[in-house]
């Protein structure tokens, strides 16, 4: 008995000291067993318990590293937001300060100062689209049209919209699109909106080369691929760059123009139509690769 007595003595102080004892080897044939008995299940219990809240407490310590990570991304989105409102807004209030002092004197000059100002508004324009897109992912509220469309009618036009940017960049845009139409579900609009965006960062972040548009159709779905042959992205940043208010910083040339919203709202957009959006990159100047998949009609599905 004293053996036993001393034992559970023991145990007790250890978890006084903040430790969980081993069990306790007891006789449970008496009064004093059984006790040694019971205070080995609390002691189970006690390790279960510790174990939970040191779970917990790592979930929670991992929730507050993204809410301060996430905190720090929303200041540095607001800072660069307000940055690209204001560098259209001051040229528009330049050319407009230009056209008062010498827009009477030459009517080039004058045409040339209203077309930078009709480019900066709609690049304005452009920028609170995207804005108004992001505050609608955030709250869960996009508007869809669903209907029936031919994917390679949207291609064919948004590479048709984006031909001046590719020329002004001096690349060239290679289409890979089979003969026939694709026929889905979905709402036009918004997957212009993800082809344009899509072409759009491959013309950014290339500075020679080309960007391939290609389409391959396989057994209940569309693979569509845009690539380029530019600046590249490094594998860990593959699903960051996904996240909003997320931008990939270039050690030489800083952080790209923009608000970090757009490659967020093209996979809410895919996502919503039942597919997938994702990067291929071998890495740093090796170019990238951006794929998305959507669900075939019915009616284009293999009998």
Known sequence: MASTIQKLIQAIQEIINGQIPQSTEIDPDD??????????????????????????SEKFRQLNRELIQSNQMQTEFLSDVSHELRTPL?????FCDLLLMFGDDDPEVREEFLQNIVESCDRLVGLINELLDGSKIMAGKIEWDTTDIDLIEIIVNSIGVMKAMVKEKDLQIVTQLPIESIMLKGDRDRLIQVLQNLINNAVKFTSEGQITVGVEKLHHQVRVNVSDTGTGITSENHNLIFERFAQVTDPKS???????????????????????IWVESEGKDKGSTFVFTLPLSESEEPQ
Do not use: D, W
């Not at 008995?37 to 002691?43: A, G, S, Y």
């Not at 967020?264 to 997938?276: M, S, V």
């Open 254 to 276: 800083g952080k790209p123009p923009g608000t970090g919203l757009g490659l967020a709202i093209c996979r809410q957009i895919i996502e919503y139509h039942g597919g997938k």
């Open 90 to 94: 001051t040229a528009i209030k330049s």
């Open 31 to 56: 009064e004093l067993g059984r006790l040694a008995e019971k205070f080995n299940e609390m002691v189970q219990v006690l390790a279960q318990r510790e174990e939970q809240a040191r779970q917990q």
